[in-house]
């Protein structure tokens, strides 16, 4: 049997290794992590390979419509993802590019500056904790969280930017992931409510695609009028229920 992956969380405002009720390592970030900071927290972990879930600043995604064909040959194609994703997210520097198919002509694509992901992966071999994923948060949680979720629902992956204040991603589904939306504008509770989550909720709703529940993770708490709120523990596979 094949070993398990070891979780290392690198988010804006902590670094982490582990997860409950096994964390190995818990420093609060105001920041990229240092060489050093790295490399305690990976060495805190058994030697084997790592699975990286990165603040979705760190690995931004989007989701790209009508992608009707692919250029031959697996280099081709590596250059079309990347020229593409740079395209769609207007970045200034060059981004490795991770796509995956999600339905017929619809393309979900997660990226990170190469320079930070060779220097990382170079760090985490030379540490015998060898990079096997590297992975935005959101995408960790959905993942975790719509598996085995039947029903359309909505992902709030925050991160907190000050008192009372977070970035983050919103993601919906219905049968397969549909919506995703990034904020890296730092936003209080009734901001990400009114200007973010409502307008999604009613374009959904237009679109026949009503979620039936909202599913936070960052925030302890969260108000939310239109949809009953699910707050996710700290180990991002368990749910407190209302």
């Known amino acids: 049997m094949s070993s398990p992956m070891r979780p290392l969380w690198v988010e804006s405002h ?6 409950p009720p096994e964390i190995r390592w818990d420093r609060p970030l105001s ?25 979705d600043l760190l690995a931004p995604s989007i989701l790209l419509r009508d992608v009707a064909e692919l250029p031959e040959g697996t280099e081709a194609r590596e ?12 970045l200034d520097a060059p981004h490795a590019v991770q796509a995956l198919l999600v339905e017929p002509g619809l393309w979900l694509a997660s990226g990170i500056r190469e320079d930070r992901r060779d220097a990382w992966m170079a760090l985490a071999q030379r540490l015998e904790r060898p990079i096997h994923s590297l992975q935005p948060r959101w995408l960790h949680l959905y ?6 979720m039947d029903a359309p629902g909505l992902l709030l992956s925050l991160s907190p930017a000050g008192p009372g204040r977070w970035t983050g991603t919103l993601a919906a589904w219905g049968r397969t992931l549909s919506l995703l939306r990034a904020w890296a504008e730092p936003a ?3 901001t990400w409510q009114d200007e973010r989550l409502a307008p999604t909720i009613a374009y959904l709703q237009r679109e026949s695609r009503s979620p039936q529940a909202l599913h936070v993770h960052g925030a302890p708490d969260w108000a939310c009028p239109e949809l009953p709120v699910r707050i996710l523990h700290e180990d991002a596979g368990q749910e407190a229920r209302p």
Not at 81 to 90: L, V
Not at 143 to 148: G, H
């Open 14 to 19: 902590r670094l982490r290794a582990g997860e």
């Open 31 to 55: 920041g990229l992590p240092t060489e050093d900071q790295l490399a305690q927290a990976l060495t805190a972990l058994d030697p084997g390979p790592t699975a990286w879930i990165l603040d």
């Open 79 to 90: 250059a079309f993802w990347r020229w593409k994703f740079q395209q769609s997210m207007a």
């Open 143 to 148: 993942n975790r969280l719509a598996a085995d």
């Open 188 to 190: 209080d509770m009734s």
